[in-house]
């Protein structure tokens, strides 16, 4: 399973790389909008976790244009604890999940497993 993390917040980033590299998944990692959707729009992902709040494009963004680029990956958002709206909006705008943060990262993962058996019918990790 290939994984894009984005995240500017370089210590949650860390530890959710940690966290899905021991769960079995291959993570890249990237801190800043314009390149995460240039990424996400050219890069065959099978999961994408996206956070909100970043350099240059907003996750709401980057998420939007992927969408109505036609690409389908699995998209989970993260945002502040105070964000209803945001997640409101994010999910309108094709987020498959959300996750608050702060969060644990066994809640990161389980949501992860979640969105992969309803999107690809099983409940990896699978290698492939
Ligand atoms: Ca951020």
Same mark, same amino acid.
């Given at each position: 399973?290939?994984?894009?993390?984005?995240?500017?917040? !370089?210590?949650?980033?860390?530890? +959710?790389?940690?966290?899905?590299?021991? #769960?079995?998944?291959?993570?890249?990692?990237?801190? =800043? &909008?314009?390149?995460?959707?240039?990424?996400?729009?050219?890069?065959?992902?099978?999961?994408?976790?996206?956070?909100?709040?970043?350099?240059?494009?907003?996750?709401?963004?980057?998420?939007?244009?992927? !969408?109505?680029?036609?690409?389908? +990956?699995?998209?989970?958002?993260?945002? #502040?604890?105070?964000?209803?709206?945001?997640?409101? =909006? &994010?999910?309108?705008?094709?987020?498959?999940?959300?996750?608050?943060?702060?969060?644990?990262?066994?809640?990161?993962?389980?949501?992860?497993?979640?969105?992969?058996?309803?999107?690809?019918?099983?409940?990896?990790?699978?290698?492939?």
């Amino acid at each position: 399973m290939r994984t894009l993390v984005v995240e500017d917040e !370089r210590q949650i980033a860390e530890d +959710m790389a940690t966290s899905l590299g021991a #769960a079995g998944f291959a993570v890249e990692l990237c801190q =800043d &909008g314009e390149d995460a959707w240039y990424r996400g729009g050219t890069e065959d992902y099978d999961l994408v976790i996206l956070d909100l709040g970043l350099p240059k494009l907003d996750g709401l963004t980057i998420l939007r244009r992927w !969408r109505a680029e036609g690409r389908n +990956m699995p998209v989970i958002i993260l945002t #502040a604890r105070e964000g209803w709206s945001a997640r409101v =909006d &994010g999910i309108n705008s094709g987020a498959d999940d959300y996750l608050v943060k702060p969060f644990q990262m066994e809640e990161l993962i389980a949501r992860v497993r979640a969105v992969l058996r309803r999107t690809h019918g099983h409940a990896g990790p699978v290698l492939s």
